[in-house]
């Protein structure tokens, strides 16, 4: 992605968002809270639309 072949602040910060926000993802289907980590996607999309960009498919793409 373009946000990895970035190195400034800003980029780092915002991959080790995307990081820790995917490890929370696997963490929630890991412990049954959530059934796939699609559905944490769509949580965030619906319910936080004005914080999480419409398109999370970052969460998406990691397999648990």
């Not at 963490?27 to 949580?43: K, M, P, Y």
Request: proline share 0%.
């Amino acid at each position: 992605s373009e946000l990895g072949e970035m190195n400034t602040l800003g980029s780092e910060l915002s991959q080790s968002f995307l990081n820790k926000t995917r490890d929370i993802a696997q963490s929630l289907v890991a412990t049954g809270v959530a059934n796939r980590v699609e559905d944490v996607s769509t949580i965030l999309q619906t319910g936080f639309g004005h914080i999480y960009e419409a398109n999370s498919n970052f969460l998406e793409e990691v397999t648990v």
